[in-house]
Structure formats: structure tokens, C-alpha cells
């Protein structure tokens, strides 16, 4: 295996062919670059100089050796001067489900952004479910859910609670009190199997659940708020801050439930053997500051 350190001196000998004084300017031994070269020849199989006196001159086989790998090992010297110069840099790989965008989650992530302009942040949305299992397949670096997981290989740490309720553009049961059991046929319009708000909602039903005039389902939380606003005979089950504006203007209206009180934790979640650098504990220590604000 050719080591960086071969390629180093290598393209350092390119430059400056009298190994005597290349050993002073690098502060090492000629015996150090010359069995550094010949090891290096032995590796590609290849004389990679021709010896002329007391130089060593690239030959063909050198010049068209040294074309194809100065870039690389420039990279390389670039990247790991980076990694020690500036620890705070990095790519991040987070989900969150759907919820989480209606929270000010795409908010913390730009303020973040502007704090540590080195660090890259890629964000997918998906469904609690499908979050748990990629981070347990090591494709995300931390997820974001609004549901409870007992997965032994994810640690969770709570950043808030969120309210459900149920909503209606139907006026009528603004003031007017419920039982649950009086909209079961009602036409819902639910997320999809899999989704944190739809897991939460079945647990608190029981049996109930199954009873439930399903007319609809969704993933996609714009998709049923507007179906909602616009078929007063539809109802659904959703997070109390996504709908707060709608209820404000008066086109959306919590439904008086009897004894409906329905709270879930907001988790931050990440694999048991994840190794967490400076840039990751910085933004989940953001993160959960960011929220504890709003909750």
C-alpha cells in the first residue's frame, strides 16, 4: 500500500531533484527520501526517475505517474490541514418527520448555518418510522420524531412537547362538546401508516381505532389541512401548532372532544455507536436549546 507520506516526498523530489538539498529543506535524512522512492518503485513496479549525478530526474514513466496523482494528494493535504486547523466543520445527514417542518426545526438549522458556515447540513423529511430504521442502518447522523421508540440501538433525548387535536372547518362544533365515539364515521382524512401523529392517535383509540370511517390517507400535512378547509365534513388528527394560524383566522376549528387531551414528546434521536464529533454535539447542545425556547 503506497502511503501519503511516499507520494509526499515523491512530488517534493519532483520539484527539487538534488536530494541533498531537499533532505535540509524538509528536515529529514537523505536516506530517508531515497528508501521512501524506492519503496515507492517497488509498490508501482515501475523506475519512476532516471539517476543523472546527483539528481534524480523524472523519466516518462515518472512524469505521467506524477499527472495523475499531484491533485489527489494536494486534496488530501488539504482536507487534513482543514481537520486540524478547524474542528467545527462537517457534513450532517438529519430527517425529521413531516411535523418537524411546520416546527421552526428548518429555522434552527439557517441560524446554525450562519454561526458554522463550514458545516454542510443535508435534511430529508420521512415518516418516524422510516427515520428509526435508517439510523439504525448508519444512513442518518441524528433524526428528529415525534414518537416514542424502544429500539435498544437508538438513544433519544427530549427537546419538547406537542399537542394533538382534532380539527374541522365545520363551525358548528367550534363551542360544541363531543364524544369520540360521535365521529368514528365521520370521513377522516389520516396520515399514513408508519407516521408519528397516526401511531400516537391509534394507541389513544384502543379498539376504537378500528371503527374509525377512514376516508382518506395522506402524507402530506398541507395536503390534508386543505382538505379539511374545504370539505366541512371531514375531520383529522394533527399537531396544535401547525393548525394555531388557521384557528386564529377562523377557518379551522379544534373539535371539542370529551376528555381528548393528547401529548407526545419530541425526541432528538441517534445510534447507540454513533460517534458524536464537536460539530454534532454543537448542533444537538443548538439544537435542543433552540427548542426548550419554544416549549
Not at 77 to 103: H, M, P, R, T, V
Request: glycine residues 4%; hydrophobic residues 40%; charged residues 35%.
Amino acid at each position: 500500500m503506497i502511503s501519503l507520506k511516499e507520494l509526499e516526498i515523491f512530488l517534493n523530489l519532483c520539484k527539487e531533484p538534488h536530494v541533498t538539498k531537499l533532505a535540509k529543506k524538509l528536515g529529514i535524512s537523505q536516506s530517508t527520501i531515497s528508501l521512501s522512492i524506492k519503496s515507492l518503485e517497488e509498490k508501482i513496479g515501475e523506475n519512476l526517475f532516471d539517476r543523472i549525478g546527483k539528481k534524480l530526474v523524472l523519466n516518462e514513466r515518472g512524469r505521467i505517474f506524477k499527472n495523475f496523482i499531484e491533485e489527489p494528494v494536494l486534496k488530501l493535504k488539504d482536507a487534513e490541514n482543514i481537520f486540524k486547523q478547524n474542528k467545527l466543520c462537517g457534513y450532517i445527514k438529519i430527517a425529521s418527520s413531516k411535523s418537524f417542518s411546520f416546527f421552526p426545526l428548518p429555522n434552527i438549522i439557517c441560524k446554525f448555518k450562519n454561526t458554522y458556515p463550514n458545516v454542510y447540513i443535508e435534511k430529508l423529511t420521512d415518516n418516524t418510522k422510516v427515520i428509526v430504521e435508517k439510523i439504525k442502518e448508519g444512513e442518518l447522523d441524528l433524526g428528529f420524531i415525534e414518537d416514542e421508540t424502544t429500539d435498544k440501538d437508538i438513544i433519544k433525548e427530549f427537546i419538547g412537547k406537542d399537542e394533538l387535536i382534532i380539527v374541522s372547518s365545520d363551525p358548528k362544533y367550534r363551542d360544541k362538546e363531543v364524544d369520540i365515539k360521535d365521529l368514528l364515521e365521520k370521513k377522516w382524512i389520516l396520515r399514513e401508516k408508519g407516521s408519528g401523529t397516526r401511531q400516537v392517535f391509534e394507541r389513544y383509540l384502543k379498539d376504537l381505532f378500528y371503527k374509525l370511517n377512514i376516508f382518506f390517507i395522506c402524507s402530506n400535512i398541507e395536503e390534508i389541512i386543505q382538505i379539511i378547509k374545504h370539505n366541512q365534513d371531514t375531520f383529522s388528527v394533527v399537531s396544535k401548532k401547525i393548525v394555531e394560524e388557521d384557528i386564529k383566522k377562523g377557518v379551522l376549528f379544534p373539535v371539542n372532544v370529551k376528555n381528548f387531551k393528547i401529548y407526545r414528546n419530541l425526541y432528538i434521536i441517534y445510534h447507540k455507536e454513533k460517534y458524536l464529533s464537536l460539530i454534532l454535539k454543537k448542533f444537538l447542545d443548538f439544537t435542543k436549546k433552540n427548542f426548550k425556547r419554544l416549549f
